[in-house]
């Protein structure tokens, strides 16, 4: 499968434990984005990272969470102290190096983030 | 004015309907513009690509209106299979954040 990958489907926390959310991008893509989505909401742009750098994290809480990805291995979304209000979809995205014209993301099948 | 905004709906159109979705955007200078589905509790899948006046696929046309800042999306000849939800997406020009908007809802009966 050349899709984008994301690990685990599904994972359940206490509060106040760590949450990581691992994405391997389709082959050949360099960009990566991460994007939360509450039960019946759409989907909210939380950063954009391209290797090694982040380029966008506008969307990002400023406490508790964090992003990277990697020279080696995939991006993570790390989610310091849950709460029950981190319970959510996280979806990443990612896609070709982009130009003055976008190119369309492709998304993996989330991670279901349960917070107990 | 939010930045990309969609009429949530729900429509309930009977198969065979021609139905019709407007986006609209704030940001001028977006170049590119997308529609998603997404089914329930799965990822969103892309739709269309619309970079210049307008797309067509089969049973989808997306219209883009630069001078009104709106793209629209009409799918003819509704099937079951296309009930979910449709979601407009807008990247920034440059590629930096991605605004999704919050996704209109499509029931489509027998």
């Known amino acids: 499968n050349a899709g984008v990958m994301q690990n685990p489907r599904h994972l359940v926390r206490r509060r106040g434990q760590e949450a990581r959310l691992r994405c391997s991008p389709m082959?050949?893509?360099?960009?990566v984005y991460w994007y939360r989505q509450l039960p019946e909401e759409g989907l909210k742009f939380m950063v954009y990272l391209q290797k090694e750098n982040i380029i966008d994290e506008s969307g990002m809480p400023k406490e508790r969470f964090s992003a990277e990805f990697p020279k080696e291995g995939p991006s993570i979304l790390r989610i310091q102290q849950v709460v029950r209000g981190d319970s959510a979809a996280y979806f990443c995205?990612?896609?070709?190096?982009?130009?003055?014209?976008?190119?369309?993301?492709?998304f993996g099948d989330g991670t279901r983030l349960s917070i107990l | 004015r939010k930045e990309v905004e969609q009429d949530p709906g729900p429509f309930n159109v009977p198969e065979g309907a021609t139905v019709a979705f407007n986006c609209t955007y704030s940001n001028s200078a977006s170049q590119s513009f997308f529609w998603y589905r997404q089914d329930c509790r799965k990822e969103p899948k892309l739709l269309m690509s619309v970079y210049s006046s307008g797309n067509e696929d089969g049973r989808f046309t997306a219209q883009l209106n630069r001078a009104s800042q709106y793209i629209s999306l009409l799918i003819r000849d509704s099937k079951l299979s296309d009930s979910a939800t449709y979601l407009c997406v807008v990247p920034y020009t440059g590629g930096f954040k991605t605004i999704f908007g919050a996704g209109t809802r499509l029931f489509v009966k027998a």
């Open positions: 995205a990612s896609s070709p190096a982009t130009g003055l014209f976008n190119q369309p993301q492709h």
């Open positions: 082959k050949g893509h360099s960009h």
